[in-house]
């Protein structure tokens, strides 16, 4: 053990000692007690090397920090004073949010702070205008509520004007046509509680509520019968309970760790809702670096929809499948496969340049749809018109696949991202395609 006044940093040997003291150092803007919440030690507990290995990576992966160093100081009595030295990165940004991709493109401005008032609060607003989707974003999360990290609380508020784009479901088409196109207006507030046991054991319940107003069909499309019944804006509401092992961390741009969560979301008149359908899911995510700044990333996802609104459906295509056009596939069942393979390439100073190589894979068909392909609520109203050039007989499978790679820029000082830029092939249609996002999204 170190002798009183002298440093033990945590990568030197350490037996275990009972912490007296635990102090902060460096810290110019978060708050002490926030920087000692995350560390998660206290006086009175047991430290070792291994643990004050932990505590360092926990304040590392709070990414409000572009240094965290963990030491120990010897004490007359045995015991040892914990030394949390960190160094802020700058925790606010307003920075551009672009969408050029397939089938939508666009721009706006964001402005976030992720350490509001010191203490590791997250406040964004955002306005953005695409050929997909435009609107009003605002959104407030506490990931240490009551300044407990096991507690976290979200609040937020979107307005949305969203044009939706109906496809054939043939995956090999380079330039599929659009069927039908439906412009929908939306509102919702969502807000949700999580809470976290043993550092890996999560759990989180999210109640959404919003309003729903379609629009008729645009006129020059080949199908003009709305998908969706026009008329006075409906109410949708949701509850969304969510519980799953997560262990991943994100140091310096590398995630490791594993992720397995299972939800079940439900929209009825019991939770003040106008619509009844149901959705289930299933998530895996897992990050492995190799060679300290090499980092494999794994993400896969089983979502099972039931009596699903057109609102609702689920999609692939664009970021969620690169290769293919914005939100090209459609249906209530979907399975997808993601790997990327990340690498750094060179950095400049605090500007760190690194590639991509990735693989996204997916399923996606429709469990059970009516011989007369309408959806109808209780009250009659149609709330999904099926096209049979997008249902070509039962549970009716599409398969797609898109490779490519990609860049990456990181900046070390600041808490969000810079630059992405990706170049996809589409295995079953041969085409290539690209997709930008610069600064942040809403999202």
């Known amino acids: ?16 000692s009972q912490v007296a003291e635990v102090t902060v150092e460096g810290a110019n803007k978060t708050r002490s007690s926030t920087v000692r919440a995350f560390g998660q030690v206290d006086v009175g507990d047991e430290v070792d090397l291994d643990e004050l290995e932990k505590v360092e990576r926990r304040l590392l992966a709070t990414g409000l920090f572009q240094e965290a160093r963990v ?51 997250k406040f964004a607003v955002a306005a953005q205008v695409s050929t997909g989707e435009s609107g009003l974003y605002v959104g407030f999360l506490d990931p240490v509520l009551f300044g407990l990290p096991q507690l976290k609380f979200s609040l937020e508020g979107q307005l949305k004007s969203d044009r939706v784009d ?61 998908p969706f019944g026009t008329g006075p804006a409906m109410r949708d509401a949701s509850l969304r309970l969510m519980v799953g092992l997560d262990s991943r961390q994100t140091l310096h741009a590398v995630t490791v760790g594993l992720n397995l969560e299972a939800s079940y979301e439900v929209s009825s008149p019991g939770v003040w809702s106008e619509f009844d ?28 929809g039931r009596d699903l609104p057109f609102h609702q459906e689920l999609v692939m295509g664009g970021n969620t499948l ?62 999904r018109n099926y096209l049979r050039e997008t249902i070509t007989g039962q549970n009716p499978v599409t398969v797609a696949q898109g490779v490519g790679g990609g860049l990456r820029l990181y900046l070390n000082n600041v808490v969000l991202p810079l630059l992405g830029v990706d170049v996809a092939y589409a295995v079953n249609s041969g085409q290539v395609r690209f997709y930008l996002v610069a600064g942040v999204t809403p999202s």
């Open 71 to 121: 030491s120990t100081e010897a004490l007359p009595d045995g015991r040892v004073r914990v030394v949390l030295r960190v160094k802020d990165k700058a925790s606010w940004v307003v920075a551009p949010t672009v969408a050029l991709s397939s089938a939508n493109t666009g721009g706006g401005l964001l402005y976030a702070e992720n350490n509001l008032g010191g203490r590791a609060k």
């Open 322 to 383: 690169r290769g293919f056009q914005y939100r090209q596939f459609r249906g209530d069942s979907r399975l997808t496969f993601t790997a990327e393979y990340h690498f750094p390439l060179f950095k400049v100073q605090s500007l760190a340049f690194r590639g991509v190589a990735f693989s996204d894979t997916g399923a996606i068909a429709w469990q059970d749809v009516s011989v007369e392909r309408n959806l109808v609520d209780a009250n009659g109203r149609v709330i």
């Open 1 to 16: 053990m170190a002798h009183a006044g002298e440093d033990t940093p945590a990568s030197s040997a350490l037996p275990r």
């Open 166 to 226: 109906e496809y054939s479901m043939d995956a090999s088409e380079d330039d599929p046509e659009v069927l039908r196109r439906t412009r929908f207006n939306s509102a919702s507030l969502s807000s949700e509680l999580g809470f976290i046991l043993f550092e890996r054991v999560r759990a989180a319940a999210k109640y959404r509520v919003g309003s729903i107003d379609a629009k008729s069909p645009d006129p020059e499309k080949p199908v003009t019968t709305p």
């Open 277 to 304: 359908y149901r959705k289930f899911g299933l998530l895996y995510r897992h990050g492995i670096r190799f060679f300290e700044e090499n980092n494999l990333v794994l993400r896969g996802e089983l979502v099972l």
